[in-house]
């Protein structure tokens, strides 16, 4: 069954604003994975986060890894309208390492010019 | 390129028919891995293969899907006698080796069913 519960299932922000999305879980990750993916295309790694507490940051986008490692949050500073797209999260649970991937329902992001 | 490849990009069959999607992963990747997304959903995971071990296939929907990797280069997934519930993009991915590495997707396959 579904692991990782991601949210907002959509978001409809202006452009120049601030965007934020998280995923929890009741189960540990080792890693959290977070991936864009545009209409057609397959999904586009952004940020990879290794250890609990880490703080990550990749221009805009900067991501944790919750210090229970139960849950991750990712944000979008200054969306512009490229932003568009659906973010995924995902994430090795604790005892799969290096095998599937547990991936969020992903967040539907729109951005108004 | 240097990224995954994976072909055809298009599939249409009718339904019974078996399809055989391709997929090349990354040089030097040891790890491949086969996800199904239907339209507006997550990925779900199908199978993994990793070096000469044997493959975990424990995300395969049913008998009709297999997967083989010759050379523990190129991948190939087929399902056989197709329904109209297999329609959904396929994607690959590969990671050099296994461990907690992040996994690069190729485009996917959408396969459509008749």
């Known amino acids: 069954g579904q692991q990782l519960n991601q949210s907002p299932q959509s978001m409809f922000i202006q452009e120049g604003e601030d965007v934020s999305m998280n995923c929890t879980s009741s189960?540990?990750?080792?890693?959290w994975l977070w991936y864009k993916q545009d209409p057609g295309e397959g999904p586009v790694l952004l940020i990879a986060l290794y250890k609990a507490g880490e703080l990550t940051s990749n221009g805009r986008l900067t991501a944790q890894f919750g210090i229970t490692r139960k849950d991750s949050f990712l944000n979008i500073s200054a969306s512009i309208p490229s932003d568009v797209g659906i973010y995924f999260c995902?994430?090795?649970?604790?005892?799969?390492?290096?095998?599937?991937?547990?991936f969020g329902e992903g967040t539907q992001l729109t951005v108004n010019p | 390129g240097a990224g995954v490849s994976q072909s055809p990009s298009n599939k249409v069959t009718e339904k019974g028919k078996d399809v055989e999607l391709r997929c090349d992963p990354i040089s030097g990747h040891t790890a491949l891995y086969w996800y199904r997304q239907s339209l507006g959903q997550g990925l779900e995971f199908l199978i993994y293969f990793q070096g000469n071990s044997a493959p975990d296939k424990s995300g395969l929907p049913s008998d009709r899907f297999s997967a083989e990797r010759t050379g523990g280069s190129v991948s190939t997934l087929t399902i056989q006698r197709t329904q109209q519930e297999d329609s959904a993009v396929y994607l690959c991915?590969?990671?050099?080796?296994?461990?907690?590495?992040?996994?690069?997707f190729g485009d996917g396959t959408r396969l459509s069913i008749l």
């Open positions: 189960s540990i990750f080792n890693t």
């Open positions: 995902a994430g090795y649970l604790r005892g799969t390492s290096g095998s599937r991937l547990t």
């Open positions: 991915a590969s990671s050099y080796r296994d461990g907690n590495q992040p996994q690069h």
